[in-house]
């Protein structure tokens, strides 16, 4: 693979595919072969070049990666044992580690409370663009409207811009990993001294199998997991993978974002421009957290016929299924709204048997590397506090 500047052309060898899955294991089918990183310099570490380019065509290599430049003996060890890639020419020096921290920031309530944690790191903030090859039939993804107001945070801010979703042709434009976020911010990290990487992945994405993925306790996620492959890959380019809310729900985090400095710059939906649409199943989902931890009815004008509501009026499981259960248990008069007959499904909603999700998981502290830990731990131990022993089996026995 060639990148020219911080534009990315790769050819597939014979034995690649087009289709392919992403490590949370969803299916996704290649779209074109060439993508364009802006806002980040063209000259650093050849491995950061290297693990940025792997975030984009993990999914369709299935034996060898040949780089333009040569990478450490370390990042290719770690794509042999991650992926069982041969990966080369080896013979470049490994990248140390540098000293601070960025937070990869989105502006959704789980980025802004990771944001909150760490008050001086700066943001790098990724931003959809159209591709030059590839037409935009999403028109409705306001990304400009989300990066406008990553620019209104105060912090200090790098917005980088990228077409790199479009290489994805299904299910739908998107991160062909979910790693691919953090393009640019990788090739930012020599000019920014950069040794960690800040993610607002939550309680569910990390240990809960949450979202798209497994619906289980997953102490060895493989996106996520210091010791997962992505981790070690990332760590061997010396940008370590830190989670800080890793061992909160979504009710924790929603709490914190609204709560903390920036809760006027917080917006998880990608359709509204002067605020979330209300209408979109992530709304929906979003909606139904915000009013459990504001502890008032639901406030939505979406109605049960709707699509968007379907996935949520079926059995479980769920993608975010605690945090239904959550809201399930809490929202006055959930009874009288489109979520009344998923009540049937389960038969232990009580704010008791839900409360473990109001503290962290304390695993996930404990997994922030050294130098980033004290100051997430004494937060957390401020605004949050610590499972007990049962809340963490509640953790542990999650899907079983
Ligand atoms: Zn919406």
């Known amino acids: 693979m060639t990148w020219t500047g911080a534009n990315l052309a790769f050819r597939l060898d014979p034995e690649d ?12 089918k290649l779209a074109i072969n060439s993508c364009t990183i802006g806002g980040v310099p063209g000259d650093a570490h050849p491995d950061l070049f290297a693990v940025a380019a792997w975030t984009v065509v993990a999914p369709w290599t299935r034996r060898r990666v040949t ?18 890639i041969e990966a080369g020419p080896v013979g470049a020096e ?8 960025a937070i990869s920031y989105s502006g959704g309530a789980d980025s802004v409370a990771a944001a909150t944690i760490y008050p001086n790191a700066p943001f790098v903030h990724f931003r959809r663009v159209a591709h030059p090859r590839v037409p935009n039939r999403w028109p409705h993804y306001r990304s400009d409207v989300l990066a406008k107001l990553a620019a209104k945070t105060g912090r200090e801010l790098t917005t980088v811009t990228s077409d790199l979703e ?11 990993e979910h790693h691919a976020v953090a393009a640019g911010a990788l090739l930012l990290a020599d000019r920014l001294d950069l040794g960690g990487l800040g993610f607002g992945y939550e309680l569910g994405s990390r240990w809960l ?20 492959r992505w981790g070690r890959l990332f760590a061997a380019a010396g940008l370590h993978i830190v989670l800080p809310v890793g061992g909160v729900s979504e009710a924790v985090t929603m709490r914190l974002a609204l709560d903390s400095a920036l809760k006027e710059q917080v917006r998880w939906c990608l359709r509204g421009t002067d605020g979330p649409c209300r209408n979109c199943g992530k709304c929906l989902y979003k909606e139904l957290i915000q009013a459990a931890v504001e502890r008032r009815p639901l406030n939505t004008p979406i109605t049960a016929d709707r699509p968007v509501a ?6 479980p499981p769920y993608g975010g299924q605690e945090m239904i259960q959550y809201g399930l248990a809490r929202v006055p008069g959930i009874e009288n709204t489109l979520f009344g007959p998923v009540l049937g499904y389960f038969d232990d909603l009580t704010e008791e048997s839900t409360s473990w999700l109001e503290y962290c998981y304390p695993r996930a502290l404990e997994e922030i590397p050294a130098q980033w830990r004290g100051e997430a731990a004494a937060y957390v131990e401020a605004n949050v506090g610590m499972m007990t022993p049962d809340e963490v089996r509640r953790v542990e026995t999650w899907g079983a």
């Open 209 to 228: 199998g949450g979202g798209r993925y497994l619906w289980r306790y997953t102490p060895d996620n493989p996106m996520w997991a210091p010791h997962g």
């Open 166 to 176: 479009f290489t994805l042709a299904e299910p739908r434009p998107g991160y062909p």
């Open 17 to 28: 595919e087009i289709t392919g899955h992403a490590s949370d294991e969803h299916p996704v």
């Open 94 to 101: 490994p990248r140390p580690a540098g000293s601070r921290l």
């Open 310 to 315: 379907r996935k949520y009026l079926k059995k």
């Open 67 to 84: 780089f333009d430049r040569a990478i450490s003996a370390d990042v290719a060890q770690a794509l042999h044992d991650g992926w069982g």
